[in-house]
Nanobody, 123 residues
Framework: QVQLVESGGGLVQAGGSLRLSCAAS????????MGWFRQAPGKEREFVAA????????DLASSVKGRFTISGDNAKNTVYLQMNSLKSEDTAVYYC????????????????WGQGTQVTVSS
């Protein structure tokens, strides 16, 4: 079993920045991917970013490319989502997710999820 604990959400003004963290614990980690998804009220959960642990390659949704960065600290089994130039449309609950193997942008392909952290961007 893999457990994920997120932190770092909050309220920020448009144009501001936040950094989300997600710490993973449980089994020994090799060949896996960690991602961030978000869900706004009344909308489906959507892919934001993912990182492949074996080679630090990343994947970002077009809506956040150039503003968000995903990175990881392998020693701490922690993934970060640095969010800059935040917009009101970034307001959502952000979820960390874990899957064995390659990248995926599909919610159904992830094996474990964090509890979510609220990000609210005021205009």
């Amino acid at each position: 079993q893999v457990q994920l604990v997120e932190s770092g959400g909050g309220l920020v003004q448009a144009g501001g920045s936040l950094r989300l963290s997600c710490a993973a614990s449980g089994r020994t980690f090799t060949n896996y991917c960690m991602g961030w998804f978000r869900q706004a009220p009344g909308k489906e959960r959507e892919f934001v970013a993912a990182i492949k642990w074996s080679n630090d390659s990343t994947d970002l949704a077009s809506s956040v490319k150039g503003r968000f960065t995903i990175s990881g600290d392998n020693a701490k089994n922690t993934v970060y989502l640095q969010m800059n130039s935040l917009k009101s449309e970034d307001t959502a609950v952000y979820y960390c997710a874990f899957r064995w193997g390659a990248f995926s942008r599909s919610v159904s392909r992830y094996d474990a999820w964090g509890q979510g952290t609220q990000v609210t961007v005021s205009s």
